[in-house]
């Protein structure tokens, strides 16, 4: 069970359970979480509860800070910090302390659309939740000889192709553990320091050419 | 079909999972593609995603040959609607009959490719995005508790990354004893990539990925597929992850029945009565 934490100069001023919410804060005594201080309205923020997520929002018009940035909402993540002028309040979440979330898919009712069931223009979609723990290392490719010779390339993304459509085509593919060559397309099979490469993919490290098509390449890990 | 189409599919556990959840059916022949992730314990999922696509491929495989041009996606339209159908009702039956599958389902993507169109179908946070003209469409809206919450302007699109909720569907195929599907059509062109997949993909890999592998990779179907799923995988493989490519190589417009099979269906029409 997820819960919020009142602290000040870090000694525990309340806790209190998120199991029925919405929960208001502020300074009114009525208030599920009282913070007793006059710089605080008198209802402040409250934490209203979608599906698995807990939302801290400002009343209306206000704003809040929540580890060091002023928002109108935040979806509350485990550890995030309020700061309510002399107070912290600290949101706790055992659950999902996890850095990983390995909740199975469960159905539950949707919410009442506004618009039509099937609207005309579609707002955009809800992107990944791609974690930013995983890193990725950077890289670069020179072109040595053939009709880009000097030029280079960062290799920033997780797929970037070298060489003539049609003719030959090599993937160079940015993974956590490093960068990876391997043949797209094209009779004209790329090499990696003068061999061929199969149609498994192929290490790179620093310093390794590559031809393909016509160009030479070198590339770096940075 | 199959020499209008080249297909590519594949599907991974993950990184994290136990169990495959995840089905796919393809009949290249019949131009039908499938997909679907399930839900339930007791690895109930994996009975419910194989039935939905086992169901469905069923279903086209036997009406697709009498399909024509007469008229447009309608015969497609009709069979995928009763396919999906026929699923939801066998496993809903399923769940009801056996205490270790109550509950179970799936969410479901799939697509009949006929006369220059396809007719697509999906039910919960299985996706169908589009490729054309090196741009990455999203085709379906999912039926989740985010989406909507997106929809209704309660967080944004970008907080919604940050949510707890991305494993709340709120449809999905078995639950209850009828289902509604959300059913579309558009014409092809070639050139076209559709891409089917589970969230496993979306969750963990952006569309600006997506898109960048189906557009370099696109030459290559095999190794696109390789590609989108072991960049979920490399950012975590936290659910099952399941794609199918399905590129347009031709134009398929559907032919005009011939004068003998005019003849036959007359007759069989005249013989039912």
Redesign the interface.
């Known amino acids: 069970m997820a819960k919020l934490v009142l602290s000040r100069d870090g000694a525990i001023a309340a806790q209190r359970f998120l199991d029925a919410t919405p929960l208001t804060i502020g300074r009114d005594p009525a208030s599920d979480i009282v913070v007793d201080d006059a710089r605080i309205a008198a209802v402040q923020a409250r934490v209203v509860a ?4 807990y ?1 801290l929002e400002a009343v209306v018009g206000g704003s809040i800070t929540v580890n060091g940035s002023p928002c109108a ?1 935040r ?1 509350l ?1 485990h550890g995030d910090v309020a700061d309510l002028a002399d107070y912290r309040l600290k949101y706790v979440d055992a659950r ?1 302390s996890s850095p ?12 009442a ?3 039509g069931e ?2 005309a223009a ?10 930013a723990n ?1 890193r ?1 290392p950077m890289g670069r490719i020179e072109w040595l000889a053939g009709a880009h010779r000097g030029s280079q390339r960062t290799l920033d ?5 070298f060489g003539t ?1 049609g003719i030959g ?1 090599v ?1 160079v ?1 940015r ?2 553990h490093g960068f990876f060559a ?1 043949h ?2 094209g009779e004209d099979f790329p090499r990696v320091n003068g061999r061929s490469l199969g149609t498994e993919p192929c290490a790179l490290a620093s310093g390794d050419v590559i031809e393909v098509a016509g160009e030479t390449l070198r590339f770096t890990q940075l | 079909m199959g020499d209008f189409l080249e297909i590519a599919a594949l599907t991974d556990v993950g990184n ?1 999972r136990q169990f495959n959840e995840d089905s796919l059916g393809i009949d290249a022949g019949a131009g039908v593609v499938v997909l679907a ?1 399930g ?1 339930g314990g007791h690895r109930a ?1 994996e009975v419910a995603s194989g039935m939905a696509t086992e169901t469905i491929i069923a279903a086209v495989r036997v009406a697709a040959p009498a399909f024509d041009s007469r008229d447009g996606e309608r015969q497609p339209r009709t069979v995928l609607a009763q396919g999906i159908e026929r699923a939801n009702a066998a496993i809903h039956e399923a769940g009801r009959a056996d205490v270790r599958r109550r509950g179970m ?1 799936t ?1 479901l993507a799939c697509a009949i490719f006929h006369d220059n169109g396809i007719i697509y179908a999906h039910v919960g946070d299985s996706r169908i995005y589009r490729l054309r003209d090196a741009t990455l469409s ?1 085709l379906t ?12 302007g ?2 944004s ?16 195929l078995g ?1 209850e004893a009828e289902v509604r599907a ?1 059913l579309a059509s558009e014409p092809v062109q070639p050139g076209d990539v559709y891409l089917l997949c589970s969230d496993g993909l ?6 600006a ?1 997506i898109e ?2 189906v557009i ?2 696109g ?2 179907l095999p ?1 696109a597929a390789q ?1 989108l799923v ?2 979920a995988k ?3 493989g ?1 659910d099952n992850v399941s794609v199918i490519l399905v590129r347009v190589r031709a134009p398929f417009a559907a032919a005009s029945p011939s004068a003998w099979q005019r003849l036959r269906r007359l007759v069989a029409t005249w013989w039912r009565r």
């Open positions: 979608v599906g698995h997520d939302i909402r979806i993540q999902a990983i979330d390995l909740e199975r898919t469960m159905l539950i009712p949707g919410l659309r506004v618009v099937e609207g579609p707002p955009p979609a809800v992107p990944s939740s791609r974690s995983t990725f993304r997780v797929v970037d192709t459509p085509v993937v593919t993974r956590p391997t797209v397309e | 994290v992730d839900m999922g389902g969410t999203l809206r999912d039926d989740s508790l985010l989406r909507d919450q997106v929809d209704l309660v967080i699109a970008e907080e919604a990354r940050h949510s707890h909720n991305r494993s709340l569907v709120t449809r999905a639950i959300h979306n969750d963990l890999v952006d569309d990925d960048l592998i370099k990779l030459a290559n190794l590609h072991q960049a490399d950012n975590g936290l």
